[in-house]
């Protein structure tokens, strides 16, 4: 027997679970087996073309935006608050006004794409990336830096939620997944983009607080390169088609059918906006009172949901990703190497994505779940043990660091790239 399985929330509803030879679940695309077209295509066979993948790697800059807004504060923040002689409370603040922000995006993301199309959403998002870069750089005082970094905070939270949906709602059923991974693939690249340019723009100027051109410091800068990708982003996203969804939900069944034609190979589409017309007239009737379980307020695979994302964020991969060029110069790092190892944990972390995007489908998620989890226990008990042993060294003129040798500096080192 087969399961048959729906999903509302995107364009396609047509995927059936049904026991391989092993017995374990295989995924398969159920789709009309009608004769075939003059051209040798099935009447609603979808195929996967070259448009279909740049139009998810031009989505995916959102991810990547998303990922260089995250971690460009990474190699600032020390200059930054030497700049303003900020205190601890106030600093942390200046790094993490941005999430508060990014949460607000995200919340009305959503309903702002439904009402307007995923596209204005996308470009809107693009211009609050180029603006709050551009302000961070020119920030006068710790509060500019506050406020513009909320704004890049709006952006990151509409790119989050907008990307992965309007991929699953343009590309066809049996590569949605892969493509939809592309999103978790540009935001680690992101990251990896942001810390490198941290360190090359660092290493041009000698450090974050030294001046690097026309007379601005160099941690302004770091800012300021995030306009590029946001320009590129904003141009693309002007260039894509709109989603399928959107268009039927509006009744321009005509548009819908073109897009789907175009870039899913789809040549029986009645069917198909049919499909996504009922889908979108069951979603109207949905309500959060659907969430709501028996005991503890929501259904139980809801709970497991929500706290899987807040144990996620728990672990402290946000310390890693806002703070590692801190965390290694106090111990003894000079800022280059300190910059140099934080690109280096990055790059660790875009290999082990692209090692988990491979191996999720045929290794399962529950143990990639555990299998993750206990690494990072271990690593980061092996980081907290390494770390003890810094030790108190004055420098020639009479400054006192801390100084972390071997062999703890890199059982910090290998713990922390495992940790990621």
Not at 285 to 308: A, C, H, N, Y
Request: glycine share 10%.
């Amino acid at each position: 027997s087969s399961l048959s399985v729906e999903y509302p929330g995107v364009a396609f509803n047509d995927v059936t679970f049904a026991p391989c030879a092993q017995g374990h679940p295989q995924e398969e695309t159920h789709v009309p087996q009608n004769d075939p077209s003059p051209d040798g295509r099935l009447h609603g066979r979808e195929r996967v073309n070259f448009r279909i993948v740049g139009i998810s790697l031009a989505t995916g800059l959102g991810g990547f935006l998303f990922g260089f807004d995250t971690a460009v504060i990474n190699g600032a923040v020390d200059a930054l608050a030497e700049e303003f002689a900020l205190s601890a409370g106030r600093e942390g603040y200046a790094v993490d006004s941005a999430l508060l922000a990014c949460a607000l995006g995200a919340w009305f993301a959503g309903t702002l794409a439904n009402r307007y199309g995923r596209l204005p959403v996308m470009v809107v998002a693009a211009a609050l990336f180029f603006v709050s870069a551009i302000g961070a750089g020119l920030a006068l005082g710790v509060t500019d830096v506050i406020i513009w970094r909320v704004v890049g905070g709006l952006g990151v939270g509409a790119a989050s939620v907008i990307a992965p949906a309007y991929i699953a709602e343009v590309s066809p059923a049996r590569v949605r997944g892969r493509l939809g991974s592309l999103q978790q693939l540009a935001i680690v690249t992101g990251i990896f983009a942001a810390l490198l340019s941290n360190a090359l723009l660092a290493s041009l100027s000698g450090g974050a607080a030294d001046v690097l051109w026309f007379g601005i410091e160099t941690w302004r800068w770091m800012f300021m390169i995030e306009t590029l990708p946001a320009l590129v982003y904003g141009l693309m996203a002007l260039g894509l088609p709109e989603s399928p969804r959107f268009l039927v939900a509006r009744g321009r069944e005509d548009e819908a059918t073109r897009v789907l034609r175009d870039f899913t190979g789809v040549t029986d589409t009645d069917s198909l906006i049919e499909r996504i017309g009922d889908s979108i007239r069951r979603e109207d009737k949905e309500s959060f009172r659907d969430l709501i379980g028996k005991r503890f307020g929501l259904k139980p695979i809801v709970w497991i949901g929500v706290l899987l994302s807040v144990f996620q964020q728990f672990v402290g991969i946000n310390v890693i990703f806002y703070y590692s060029t801190t965390l290694w110069k106090s111990v003894g790092f000079d800022e280059s190497s300190a910059l140099l190892t934080s690109v280096i944990t990055s790059v660790t972390n875009i290999v082990v994505t692209i090692v988990a995007i491979l191996l999720v489908d045929k290794v399962g998620r529950r143990k990639m779940l555990l299998a993750g989890s206990f690494l990072m226990g271990i690593s980061l008990a092996m980081m907290a043990v390494s770390f003890s042993f810094a030790e108190l060294a004055t420098a020639s003129d009479g400054t006192t660091s801390a100084q972390l040798d071997a062999p703890w500096s890199i059982i910090a080192l290998i713990s922390a790239n495992v940790f990621v």
